[in-house]
C-alpha cells in the first residue's frame, strides 16, 4: 500500500463499489419484485434513479485517484515514458478482464457481447491517463467544454445514417446506429440494436471523469482543507443546477451518456464526496471506515469475483428427485428469503444485502492483513 493515500476517497470508492455489488445482484430477476431505485430508469422518460449514478460515482473516485497517483510518480521521478507503459498495461488487464466476463456469459448462454462496464474504464482511463501525462488542467478543462459540446452537437445536428434527422430515440439514435455498425451481433442481449457501453457514448463518458481529474488537481493545492470543502461545495452545488438546466433541452440520459447526465451525477458525486471528505480528512472521523476502504482497495477484484460468484450460483444446480432440479441461487433464495418474506421487493433486497456482507468478510480480513488486489 502507498505510504499516503487519501482514506477518504477509498471509503467513497468503496461505497460505490458496494452500492455497485447491491445493485447487480437482486435476489429475484422480474422488475416488479425489485424496488424501483434499484433498477436503471428507462431510457430519459423516467427520472434517474440510484443505481443510475453508481457508475459515475465510480468514475468521479478514477478521476481523482488518476490525478493523485500519477502525479505522485511524476514528482518521485519517473519518466513519462514509464507511467504511459502503466496507463497501457493497466488499460489492458482491465479490458481483458471485461471480455473474460462476457466469455463465461457465453460458454454458459451462447451470447458474446463486446462492449462491457469494465472495458468502458479501460478505454476512459487510458484517455485520461494520457490527457494526464501530456497536458496541464487548463487543457484537461478544454478537452472536457469540447466533449461535452461536441457530444451533444453530434447527438442533435447530424443526421443518423440510413435513418434520418438526429433525433434521441432508442433504436434511431446516432449512438445506437455507431453501436450497431462497429458491433453489430456482439451487443447486449436485452436491447439487440444499441449497448448500454457502447463506443461513441463511451467519449461522454471521457467527461465524467476529467470532471474527477479536475477535482483531484483542487484537492492538491497547498490550501486550507476548508477552503477546499468550499470549492468543492461551490463547484457541486452549479454542476448540479447546470446539468438540470441542460436536461431540459437535453435530457438526462444514462443511456446515451448525455452531457446533463455528466455534470448533473457528478455534481451529486462531489457534494457526497466532500461530506466524506470532511468527516474522515478535517474531522478525522475515521472509527467507522474499515468495511467501506476495504471494499475501495481491491474494487476491480470484487467486482469481477462478483460477477462470476452469481453465475455459477445460477448455474450450478442441485437435483430436486427425477429429472427436476434447482438452481443454487433459487434454493438459497426460497429457504431463507421468500419462505418468511411474503413482499418479494424485500426478500430481493435483503438477499442482495447479505452478499454485500458475504464479500465484505473477505476483504476485511485482506484488508487487516495489507493485502489488495489491485490492477
Not at 318 to 343: E, K, R
Request: charge should be positive.
Amino acid at each position: 500500500m502507498e505510504s499516503k493515500r487519501l482514506l477518504s476517497l477509498d471509503v467513497f470508492r468503496g461505497l460505490a463499489m458496494a452500492a455497485m455489488v447491491l445493485v447487480e445482484n437482486p435476489g429475484l430477476d422480474r422488475k416488479e419484485d425489485i424496488y424501483a431505485p434499484l433498477l436503471h430508469a428507462d431510457w430519459h422518460t423516467e427520472p434517474i434513479t440510484f443505481k443510475d449514478c453508481i457508475l459515475p460515482l465510480f468514475l468521479f473516485c478514477m478521476g481523482i485517484s488518476l490525478t493523485l497517483s500519477l502525479a505522485r510518480r511524476l514528482r518521485s521521478g519517473a519518466s513519462r515514458l514509464k507511467i504511459f507503459r502503466k496507463i497501457v498495461l493497466r488499460s489492458f488487464i482491465i479490458l481483458a478482464l471485461g471480455l473474460f466476463l462476457h466469455f463465461l456469459y457465453y460458454v454458459f448462454y451462447g451470447v458474446m457481447r463486446i462492449p462491457g462496464v469494465l472495458q468502458r474504464l479501460a478505454l476512459v482511463y487510458f484517455i485520461c491517463g494520457c490527457l494526464f501525462i501530456i497536458t496541464s488542467w487548463r487543457t484537461q478543462l478544454v478537452v472536457l467544454l469540447i466533449i461535452l459540446i461536441g457530444y451533444w452537437l453530434l447527438l442533435t445536428l447530424v443526421p443518423v445514417p440510413g435513418i434520418g434527422p438526429a433525433n434521441l430515440d432508442p433504436d434511431t439514435n446516432l449512438v445506437a446506429w455507431v453501436d450497431r455498425a462497429v458491433f453489430n451481433g456482439y451487443l447486449h442481449p436485452r436491447f439487440k440494436t444499441s449497448d448500454p457501453q457502447g463506443l461513441l457514448g463511451s467519449l461522454s463518458v471521457v467527461s465524467s471523469c476529467l470532471l474527477g481529474m479536475l477535482t483531484g488537481h483542487w484537492l492538491s493545492r497547498n490550501t486550507r482543507p476548508n477552503k477546499k470543502l468550499l470549492g468543492f461545495f461551490i463547484a457541486a452545488v452549479g454542476l448540479i443546477a447546470l446539468g438540470r438546466f441542460w436536461g431540459l433541452v437535453f435530457p438526462i440520459s444514462r443511456d446515451l451518456w448525455t452531457g446533463s447526465y455528466a455534470l448533473y451525477t457528478t455534481g451529486l458525486a462531489m457534494s457526497a464526496w466532500s461530506l466524506c471528505y470532511w468527516l474522515v480528512e478535517v474531522q478525522n472521523f475515521q472509527k467507522w471506515t474499515k468495511p467501506l476502504a476495504a471494499y475501495g482497495t481491491s474494487c476491480i477484484f470484487v467486482f469481477v469475483a462478483s460477477h462470476v460468484f452469481d453465475l455459477l450460483l445460477r448455474e450450478i444446480r442441485i437435483p430436486t428427485g427425477g429429472q427436476n432440479s434447482i438452481a443454487v441461487h433459487d434454493l438459497i433464495m426460497n429457504v431463507f428469503f421468500s419462505s418468511w418474506l411474503s413482499y418479494p421487493p424485500n426478500a430481493s433486497l435483503l438477499f442482495a444485502f447479505c452478499i454485500v456482507l458475504f464479500w465484505l468478510l473477505p476483504l476485511y480480513f485482506m484488508y487487516q492483513k495489507r493485502i489488495y488486489i489491485k490492477v
